[in-house]
């Protein structure tokens, strides 16, 4: 699978967020987007998601324009927004159970996707009751009912413990592993395969030599 | 993720936090019932203690019947109890609606004429439709006397009749004179006088009108206590559900649907506690409209207000969508609630206010919602309440699911 995105252009009233953003990626790649705050990371992924709406923008999946085609993006792309996006009065069961249907749901606890993500240990939890690391296992295993090719996740692991890190990285592997490709707002550079910065507007490859300051400074 | 899943996962959320929402509606209840008892008791007091204000209108310039009314003024058995005023027509029908006067004699042209020669002009007596209180009963009692002064003042003819034979006057002629003139007064009416009742607004009694009042209160002050349900923390969720295909429009019309449901079925509770106490306990509640009312009644009117229930909750659903933050939100509804409230004249029947505020008020949505169930209480439902109920169900909706685009659309 390839992905390419092309002139991705965005303004918020005459205040330009995105000029002319493009990149590609390929079966299996991590890739990390770094950048300030308010540099239109969340936006990109958001109109990548089909959420935002873009001023102009190309999402092909091979040769395809997602961006075109709302129901085959449904069912190609996962996509974790920022936040909690579940209900906190419901049980992690009753979260699951909105996009999943039973029989699968208890697969991928058995061995599946919401194994890898340690869902199962809070199974009868309301979300209310939930540390944010399991809040966030919880959002990424709903966001993942329909078996994604592409994973968009906006800030997966800010603010969660090692445990919790551990268990989303672990799945992040397991699905580049398995072809897919997964773009984020990266807490993990070690983890990504490519690193790219979003700076005045633009999107631009950076190098990581392990030293934080060198990222900082393409900031 | 189906619409109707994520309805289903609306309408389960409302469920949980359902025992808080009801507490808080609980409270509320209680102090809109003390507000509406205070509000009713002040009014009956008043009426029972205050002197009574008659009008009279119409054709006074007859001198029989100007001494009559300044004997009546001057008779120690209504001096101080009764108040007459000399009003025109429409002066008395304003004071009568501004509860200046209890009501008011119409006498019309040519009444005395119409006396003395048989003819069958009535004097009508007009009031406001009120609770059975001690004013209404003692202005029955005076209207029926005066007819019964001129009815039974034709037995004296008889006995005019008697005494005119009993002298040697010429018996048959005067019998004949007299008994065409008796039968011309008696087979024509038997009372000279007519009640007429015009109500405080789409023709309730003021018990009716302040238990309309008080229902749609509640409608406003629930767009507070159903906080919990309708104000979102966190957005995201709808990021999710949109990227999956449940697009603004849809989101929107399941959380509607959801809250409405809750919303009726509140509204059926409390109804039905309402309409099993006052059928359980006989209590009347001396609201004429109210009465004779059983639990039936009540759930059957909680679902002929179904309309005025859809314009309110689509009110508060826009109002949670369009304002950022918790503060604001709460200033509004209770903004809303108190300043829509007022000027919709749930606190003072709406007549009180200029003519322009009042035409004002009932084309804004409180307006129309109360004007729905007052017509409906009235059981004088109009198309225009039910399809302007309608329109700003409508207009409210769309509005919101457009400012749920326009977030998801341009959003940071």
Redesign the interface.
Known sequence: MELKVRNVNKK?GRNV?LDGVSFDAVSGECVGLIGGN?SGK??LL?IL?????AESAEFLCDGEDLLKN??KR?SV?G?????????D??SAR?NLL??YGRKKMEEELEDGVLGLLGIGEFLRVKVGSMSGGMKKRL?IG??VY?DPKILLLDEPSAALDLICKEKILSYLKNFTDNGGVATHDVGEIEFCDRLLVLKDRQLSPVEYGGSVSELVSAL | MTPVKYLSARLKRSVRLYPVIFAVTVLLIAAIILAGVLILGSYRSSDETKKLELGITGDLSDDYLSAGISAVKRLDSSRFTIDFKELEEEEAKRELMDLSIDGFLRIPTGFMDSMFYGGDLQVTYVARRAPTTFSSFLILEIADAASKIVTESANALNVINDVAKDNGLNGNKLEDVLYNEYLGFALVRNEVSDIEYIGVSEGLTIGGYYACAVLVFFLLMWGISSHGILFKKDRSIEKLLYSNGVKSVRQVLCEYVGYFLLTLFTLAVIMAIVGSAVTLSRVDTGIEELSGAGLYDFLSFTVKIIPAVLLMTALHTLVYEALPSRVSVIITEFLLAVGGGYISGCFYPDHFFPVSLQKAASVLPIGVSFRFVKETLASELSDTAIVAAAAYSLLFLALTAAIRQYRMAGEK
């Open positions: 918020y967020i308010g969340s936006t958001g998601a089909g959420v935002t709406r709302p129901k449904a792309v996509y974790v927004p920022q936040g909690v996006p579940l209900f009065e419901l009753d909105l996009w959002a709903c966001a329909n």
